[in-house]
C-alpha cells in the first residue's frame, strides 16, 4: 500500500526558512513522479514544484521560484522541499503527491495525482 507522510511544517516569521520532507512506503519512489501541492484557506490547490524522477530537473510555480528548492533522495525514498525567504503569503497546507504515470516535467492538476499524504502546516504570520 502506497503511503506518503509530510513533516517539517510549522509557525515561522516572514523571511524565515523551514525544510518539508515527504517519506513515502509501499513503493520505489524512484518511479513516480512527485510534487509539492499547498492549499490556503478559502483557496484552491496550488501545484508548488515538482522534480523529475532521477531528480535532475525540477519546475516551479512562479511565486517560489528562486527560494524554494525542491530535492529527492530515491534511496531514502523522500522528497524535500526546502523554503526560504518565507512570506505570509506562504501560509498553507502543504502537500506530498505521487503518481505512477504522470510525467515530472510540470506540475498537472491536483486531481490527475493518484496518491496523497495527509498535509502538514506552514504558518507565517503577518
Known amino acids: 500500500q502506497v503511503q506518503l507522510v509530510e513533516s517539517g511544517g510549522g509557525s515561522v516569521q516572514s523571511g524565515g526558512s523551514l525544510r518539508l520532507s515527504c517519506a513515502a512506503s509501499?513503493?520505489?519512489?524512484?518511479?513516480?513522479?512527485m510534487v509539492w501541492f499547498r492549499q490556503a484557506p478559502g483557496k484552491e490547490r496550488e501545484g508548488v514544484a515538482t522534480?523529475?524522477?532521477?531528480?535532475?530537473?525540477?519546475t516551479y510555480t512562479a511565486s517560489v521560484k528562486g527560494r524554494f528548492t525542491i530535492s529527492r533522495d530515491n534511496t531514502k525514498n523522500r522528497i524535500y522541499l526546502q523554503m526560504n525567504g518565507l512570506t505570509p503569503e506562504d501560509t498553507a497546507m502543504y502537500f506530498c503527491?505521487?503518481?505512477?504515470?504522470?510525467?515530472?516535467?510540470?506540475?498537472?492538476?491536483?486531481?490527475?495525482?493518484?496518491?496523497w499524504g495527509q498535509g502538514t502546516q506552514v504558518t507565517v504570520p503577518s
Open positions: 503527491a505521487a503518481d505512477l504515470v504522470l510525467s515530472c516535467t510540470t506540475v498537472h492538476a491536483a486531481e490527475l495525482y493518484t496518491y
Open positions: 509501499g513503493y520505489a519512489a524512484s518511479t513516480y513522479c
Open positions: 522534480i523529475t524522477r532521477g531528480g535532475g530537473t525540477s
